[in-house]
């Protein structure tokens, strides 16, 4: 978008106590965040569910760092004038402080994010510490963390009874004193949900965690159906599809392809008058046609 002022944390803060709702949503590559920025998403999260949705795996586990600085990359070349959040992809923040901060750095250096996002609560709330006094703004994740499937045995709602949700406003307090400058709420329950946003003074930015967060996020392929086998998520609203969109158009273009309806008159290029008589001498050039 064109004169369009970048979000900063400052200003995230701001909107929070404006209760002016915070705009996210996934990218992967050019042409995509060229888009969710000329349509004025407020942040783009270039999230490793580019590990389902974009390279196919099941989960986000085989997810690497080269994959994000690739995806990062790629985003922020077309997206210059919109706040761009990267994901840490697995284990990657959980070795030596002195390699995750390098992983960081790569996300920042060379995938040019503004900030960088990672999935956890208290358990990580040193880590955050020091990224965060190295000067990278970190946004904090915790609910459902895809990262951890494994571990939480699917992909269930968090924050259904009392422990739970005394669990999640921990990690959220934590993050928060570690100075993460906003936190993901992922697939927790609306009322835990609204609590854990109206005890803190970072935005809670959700995803199907109801309608007391300070933002939403949803995946860009949710929303506009960009795929051919999409299932329905109760949390997810779809804008558009995309998908059937491009089998039609791809369909079609085959089509005229094996009818020799293109390319037409209009789609080719004429060489100069009597260029192929020169070549082949007068009256030859039929047989060469
Ligand atoms: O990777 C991702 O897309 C995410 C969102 C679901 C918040 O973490």
Redesign the pocket.
């Known amino acids: 978008m064109a004169g369009k002022q970048m979000l900063n944390i400052v200003k995230m803060k701001r909107m929070k106590q404006d209760g002016d709702p915070i705009s996210m949503i ?1 990218a992967y590559d050019y042409p995509s965040a060229v888009l969710a920025e000329e349509a004025g998403v407020d942040i783009i ?1 270039v ?4 590990g389902n949705v974009v390279l196919g795996y099941d989960t ?1 586990i085989p997810v690497t760092l080269d994959d994000m600085v690739y995806h990062s990359r790629s985003v922020a070349r077309g997206a210059k004038n919109t706040f761009i959040v990267t ?1 840490m992809p697995f284990m990657t923040y959980h070795g030596s402080i002195d390699e995750t901060l390098r992983g960081v750095s790569r996300i920042m250096q060379e995938g040019h994010a503004q900030a960088v ?1 990672m999935e956890g609560g208290a358990e990580i709330a040193d880590t955050v510490k020091r990224i965060v006094q190295a000067g990278v703004p970190m946004l904090g ?1 915790i609910g459902l963390t ?1 990262q951890s499937v494994n571990q939480i045995g699917g992909y269930r709602i968090q924050g259904k009874d009392e422990a739970d949700a005394k669990r999640l406003l921990e990690d959220a307090r934590a993050l928060e004193q570690a100075g993460a400058f906003g936190i ?1 709420l ?1 697939l927790v329950t609306e009322e835990v949900a609204a609590y854990i946003s109206s005890e803190l003074s970072i935005p809670t930015i959700g ?1 199907g965690a109801g309608r007391g967060c300070d933002g939403q ?1 949803l ?1 860009y392929h949710d929303v506009l159906k960009y795929t051919s086998n999409y299932r329905n998520k109760r949390f997810v609203k779809t804008f558009g599809d995309i998908g059937e969109q491009i089998r039609s158009g791809i369909s079609a273009y085959v089509q005229e392809v094996k009818t020799r309806q293109f390319p037409a008159e209009e789609h080719v290029f004429a060489a100069e008058d009597g260029v192929l008589d020169n070549l082949y001498g007068k009256g030859k050039a039929e047989i060469h046609s």
């Open positions: 996934t999260l999230g490793d569910s580019l986000t994901d996002k994740h895809p993901v992922e995803i996020v995946v």
